[in-house]
């Protein structure tokens, strides 16, 4: 179970089982929804679609009235699979590389379409998309059976500068510890994602602690070294 979904890369590549994706962004689930049930139209329409700036920014425009939910979740694919670091409000920059002769970002834009969304709809018939609170869910489907990957908006005190305002819902300090006081109190398995905070430090200091040096992205400058933290109850 993933309470925080978001772009379900760890739920789409693990094996299928009973699984159930949730997020309280609305435009993230009705995507998701979209994908399941009309898959193929949506498909369709993004394949009419140019990398484009200018369709880049109408799609960052208010929704135009009468747009049906197939529209509204292609111009949330287009902002989020267009913008820098998918934040849906800033433009990539122009890659200086290539790959299969195409720009760096343009072939990654229609290797999204052509070949992971079909993927991604047929993995979406087996599941239960959900848009509720983080720890209701926990609460709910929490068993000695059950593993929880957790993967929350990161605490403000372990962002760089400037990156205060990137999720739809954020988290205050508080509910990281609602959060902490949830799963404490499980009967399941959890894996808790972050990077390293005197919070989480003093949150999860009872949890065994495994430490992943990794690049963060920062566009098309150099890197930046960072080590990212998987907390585990068990």
């Known amino acids: 179970v993933e309470p925080y979904s978001g772009a379900a890369s760890v ?91 195409l720009s760096n970002n343009v072939d990654g834009f229609l290797s999204m379409i052509d070949l992971e969304l079909p993927r991604i709809v047929d993995r979406l018939r087996r599941v239960e998309i959900l848009c509720r609170p983080a720890v209701e869910v926990i609460r709910q489907l929490d068993s000695p059976e059950t593993l929880f990957y957790v993967d929350p908006p990161y605490p403000h005190m372990s962002r760089g500068k400037g990156a205060t305002n990137v999720y739809a819902f954020e988290m205050s300090d508080d509910e990281h510890r609602e959060l902490s006081e949830t799963l404490h109190s499980i009967q399941g398995k959890a894996l808790l994602s972050g990077y390293p905070c005197a919070l989480y430090d003093e949150l999860f200091a009872d949890w065994r602690l495994v430490e992943i040096p990794k690049k963060r992205d920062v566009g098309n400058g150099p890197k930046a070294d960072a080590i990212e933290c998987v907390g585990l109850n068990y």
């Open 11 to 101: 739920f789409l590549n693990k094996p299928p089982g009973e699984d159930y994706y949730n997020d309280m962004d609305r435009r993230l689930t009705r995507l998701f929804r979209v994908l399941r049930e009309h898959g193929a139209e949506l498909i369709r329409r993004l394949q009419l679609t140019p990398y484009s700036e200018a369709e880049f920014w109408t799609c960052c425009e208010d929704d135009p009235p009468g747009a049906d939910d197939i529209e509204l979740a292609r111009r949330d694919f287009v902002r989020w699979r267009m913008s820098r670091d998918g934040d849906g409000k800033n433009l990539a920059s122009p890659a200086k590389r290539s790959r299969r002769g």
